[in-house]
Every structure is written in C-alpha cells, then in structure tokens.
C-alpha cells in the first residue's frame, strides 16, 4: 500500500487536504493524525472491519482497544448506556483535552472497537486537524497511538512514517505534538472514579474537581502487576520500548549522577555503546555516545514532550543500552515516570 503525506496548517488546516482525509476514513480506511497529545490511527469507530484493519496495521493485540474520539461532548450519548454526573462535570472542565473517560457502552459499538469489553474509552481531542478530521467524516474515530504496538508513541509525523509507512492510507502530518504524553485515562464506570494511565491532564486537577480519585496501583507500579489486578487491556502488553534495553535510575539528582556514571561505566567497560537521558541541570556531567537532555528537571511539560522523541533519537544512535534518569512523579512527572518505568521493562535502579 501506498501511504499519502498530507501536510497541514496546524492552526488553519487546509479543507481539501481534511475532505480527502475524511474520504478515506469513510470508506473504511486507515489516516493518522495529529492530536495534542500524540499522532492517532484512525479507523470509522463504527465500522469493524476499518478497526480490525487498523490493528492489524499497528500489530496490536486484538484485546486492546483503541481509544473513541469526538468532536462534541454531545457525540458521547448514543455511544454509551449513560453519562454520569461526574463524568459530566470532567468533561465541561476538561473537553477539548488530554483526558479519555470510560464508559459503560451501547449497542451500537461494534465489539471489535472494545475488544469484546463492556466499556468504551472516549475523548474529544484539543487539535484543530483531529477536531476537523472527525467532523469532515461523520464518524467517531477510533485512534491508537500511531506507533507499531509496543514502540515509543510518535510525537511527529515523521515517526509515524517510520514505524506504520506502507501500512496505512494516509499521514496528516500538523508538525509536532504539543504534549508529548498520551492522554490521562479516567475510569467512571467504577465509584470512586479511578485513574488508570496517567497523561496529560494531571492527577492533582482531575481530584480537585472529583474529590475521590483513586490512583491505579500500576500507574505507580515499580514491577510487572500479577493479571488479575489489571484493569485495563494496555497495562498487561510492553510498551514504550525501544530496540535498546532501557534501565531507570530513581533517586535524588546527585545519588542520581553518581549512579547514572557507574552504570555508563560498567557498560562501556564490557564494550557496549551507551546512551543517557539527562536532564539539562546533569547533562554536562556525563559521558558516553550519547547525551540527550530531556529539558530542565523544573519544567516537567518540556521533559513530557520530548520524552518519547529522545527515545526514538536515542534508539537511532545505535546505542545497546539506555540509562534514564528518572524525575519527579508532581503534574505531568507522573505521566513520565510511568511511561520510562514500562519501557525500562520496570528494570529501575535506586540511587
Ligand atoms: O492521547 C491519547 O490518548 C492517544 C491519542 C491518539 O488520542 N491515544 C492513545 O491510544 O494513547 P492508545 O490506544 O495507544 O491507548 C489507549 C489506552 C490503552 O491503554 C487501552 O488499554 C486503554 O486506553 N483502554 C481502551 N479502552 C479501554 C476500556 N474500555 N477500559 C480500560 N482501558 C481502556
Ligand atoms: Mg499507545
């Protein structure tokens, strides 16, 4: 399959480009996109073979379901067996934004859009082209992350091109994602509301408004959940991980260092080429093939953004192994640690 490179105005995407999008959507095919967290597959939600397509295309394991998104608030009730009050009042505060809630659903999602659950993950996204694209369509919009399943989340449409080129039918490509993390996942089909991946729309804003938040022990999770406390498909699968093995160190920043050395050390030692991620306050403190710094560790919206693109560009320099320091767990830090946990295989070393 030819893969079509549609470039767009972020801010002002050209109509033509979204209607020819849109077309292809229609007619059960695969178009990334832009959104502000992360690139999306998408696939017509209501049509299960344009799903069933779209795993294939990712490589994704049939029993996790993509995510729904919306263009209106509104486009949730037919959708789902009901709106709770809380859910209401997280989606006045937090649509159009890096927020997916779940649901109880109806009858008219096809079983393979939920993986055969009785629930449906829905958001509407921030991104004028997302926005545009399921407006133009007339449909929900199913959308993974368009990565190869088990890969970093591509923040670029170049990354998309990388893992899913000759896969899918086309790449929106709106320059790059704003967030860098993938939206937060908020269960409301459970009282207490639980949060079961943390992203981009903070723990601590999401309890202000709901008083009773309950964390997921795997959103903090150091090791590997035993099945049966899985709540949702994506915690069982690898996920973020590039061709690299990746170790994690935790602690405070000059243990961190001192850690972060020896390892690189040991490594090099045994004639392996290593990769840091640093933070721009330690960077200058290391050496090895590759240095990247993930932003200041004071400023965790920058170290979310360029956290799975650093990945990626770590992973092109050949490196056989990347040591990550870890940063603070407030706002976005959550998000992050998350995500360098489950690419490190929870392979984490205390400093
Ligand atoms: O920011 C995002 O959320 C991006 C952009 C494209 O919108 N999408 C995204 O989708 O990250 P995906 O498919 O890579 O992640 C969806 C997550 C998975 O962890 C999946 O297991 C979970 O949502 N999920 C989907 N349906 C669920 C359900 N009914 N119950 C619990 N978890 C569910
Ligand atoms: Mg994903």
């Not at 050209?14 to 967290?37: H, N």
């Not at 639980?194 to 709901?210: S, Y």
């Not at 690898?238 to 061709?243: D, L, T, W």
Request: charged residues 25%; contains cysteine; aromatic residues 4%.
């Amino acid at each position: 399959m030819k893969t079509l490179l549609l470039k767009v105005n972020p801010g002002k995407p050209d109509p033509e480009k979204i209607q020819l999008a849109a077309s292809i959507i229609q007619r059960g095919g695969l178009v990334a996109f832009p959104t502000e967290t992360v690139y999306g597959l998408g696939a017509d939600a209501l049509n299960h073979e344009a799903v069933l397509a779209l795993f294939e295309a990712k490589k994704r394991p049939l029993d996790n379901p993509p995510i729904v998104h919306v263009a209106d608030p509104s486009e949730v009730t037919r959708l789902v067996v009901e709106v709770p009050k809380k859910a209401e009042l997280l989606m006045e505060k937090f649509w159009p934004g890096p927020l997916t809630l779940i649901f109880k659903h109806s009858n008219l999602v096809p079983k393979e859009t939920v993986a055969s659950l009785d629930t449906i993950a829905i958001r509407m996204p921030k991104h004028k082209v997302a926005l545009e694209l399921i407006r133009q369509s007339r449909c929900p919009i199913a959308a993974p992350s368009a990565n190869l399943a088990g890969k970093p989340s591509p923040t670029t449409a170049q990354h998309v091109y990388e893992d899913l080129n000759g896969r899918i039918d086309a790449i929106l490509d709106g320059g790059s994602t704003n967030i860098g993390v993938e939206s937060t996942v908020v269960d409301l089909s459970v009282d207490p509301p639980m949060l079961l991946r943390p992203g981009g729309t903070p723990f601590e804003a999401l309890k202000k408004v709901l008083g009773d938040l309950r964390l997921h022990p795997f959103v903090e999770a150091e090791q590997e959940l035993p099945l049966q406390q899985i709540r949702s498909p994506g915690m069982k699968h690898k996920h973020y991980a590039p061709k690299a093995e990746v170790i994690l160190v935790e602690g405070n920043v000059p243990d961190v260092i001192a850690k972060v050395k020896q390892l690189a050390e040991s490594y090099r030692l045994k004639g392996e080429k290593v990769g840091i991620l640093a933070t721009d306050e330690t960077q200058t403190a290391y050496r090895a093939e590759v240095v990247k710094s993930l932003g200041s560790r004071f400023d965790l919206v920058t170290v979310a953004q360029s956290l799975f693109r650093l990945l990626r560009e770590v992973d092109a320099g050949g490196v056989d192994v990347i040591i990550a320091e870890g940063v603070s767990s407030d706002g976005l830090g959550l998000a992050v640690m998350n995500r360098l946990r489950k690419a490190s295989g929870y392979h984490i070393v205390k400093a």
